[in-house]
């Protein structure tokens, strides 16, 4: 168990360096190209190359691990865990923002176990701060790194597991986008009994204007732009592994070999906890998950039961 602290969390950039990948970007006519050149300015040419070279030579200890920010949410860590070990990640890096419920002692088997590294972490709104605190710490530890939250679950759709589907791309690709499936409620207003991947089977049909969520290269990593993007010295590419330039929202995502299943309402009851525990992003002021708010978002269009293989062995 730590505390960390956000303020010795990056590679700081001088001002004179930031200008410097401003000016020098500019002169590349192609916006995705400019986009890497301005961040191998920034990072530091020789920098990049070392970080290029390690990402192709170094052994590391982990091929895949999960960093995410949370606050109150201990009944979810278990399901979510014992989930992502199922389709092969091997390590979690949990930075816990000021939980005061059961967090800790749902984690303690884990982290006993060595599967789960623990961090406490202090603040109001620091996700994206927390986010590139993760992926610093993990350059040494793990090939990949996948950066999302407890309501969000990545299912290998041709594949049996995450690493099969990794193992298509390059050791030089920084950061695979998948978009999110987005899933209702239901129906239910108060939470239900049992697993979240087996209560909510009724999803949005169309996700086409839904985010996306990253697995990154931790090593090619310059800064942090949200939660759905980072800054990177390399290729940013979608599941097909054609090249994309990096957003919160990328037009044309699919969703055949890969996607993230984002159980972003669940029931009423549990929406209206997370209205009154506060948000990560943007703090326990911040005026969120309300009747509007849900409503835009339980989207319960199409009967999806891809994941009951899974509640069947979680149940095991």
């Known amino acids: 168990m730590s505390n ?100 800790y002692e749902v984690l303690k088997p884990y982290i006993d176990a060595g599967i789960v590294e623990y961090h406490y972490v202090e603040g109001e709104g620091i996700q994206n701060q927390v986010n590139y605190y993760a992926v610093c710490h993990a350059r040494d530890k793990t090939k990949w790194l996948a950066v999302i939250d407890l309501d969000e679950f990545i299912m290998p759709v041709a594949d049996k597991t995450i690493p099969e589907f990794l193992r298509r791309f390059s050791p030089r690709t920084a950061q695979i986008f998948i978009r999110w499936c987005l899933y209702g409620s239901s129906g239910h207003v108060q939470r239900p009994a049992g697993l979240v991947i087996e209560n909510y089977k009724y999803r949005k049909r169309d996700n086409s204007n839904e985010a996306n969520k990253i697995i990154v290269n931790p090593r090619m990593v310059v800064g942090c732009v949200s939660a759905h993007a980072f800054e990177v010295i390399g290729r940013s ?79 095991k």
């Open 4 to 103: 960390i602290d956000l303020t010795r969390s990056s590679h700081k950039i001088s001002k004179l360096r930031k200008l410097a990948a401003q000016t020098t970007s500019a002169l590349v006519p192609s916006r995705t190209a400019r986009n890497r050149v301005r961040n191998i300015v920034k990072f530091g040419p020789l920098r990049s190359a070392r970080a290029i070279w390690r990402a192709r030579h170094e052994r590391l200890p982990h091929y895949l691990c999960i960093a995410a920010v949370a606050r109150d949410e201990g009944r979810y860590f278990k399901e979510w865990i014992d989930y992502h070990l199922l389709v092969g990640v091997e390590k979690f890096f949990i930075y816990d923002n000021q939980s005061t419920d059961n967090t």
């Open 237 to 315: 590419v979608d599941e097909c592994n054609n090249t994309v330039a990096p957003s919160p929202v990328i037009p044309g995502l699919t969703q055949n070999i890969i996607r993230i299943n984002h159980y972003r309402c669940k029931s009423w009851q549990d929406s209206q906890e997370k209205h009154s525990k506060g948000d990560v992003l943007y703090g326990r002021d911040y005026v969120r998950y309300t009747r509007a708010d849900f409503d835009k978002f339980d989207t319960n269009d199409v009967y999806d039961d891809a994941m009951d293989k899974y509640a069947a062995q979680l149940k």
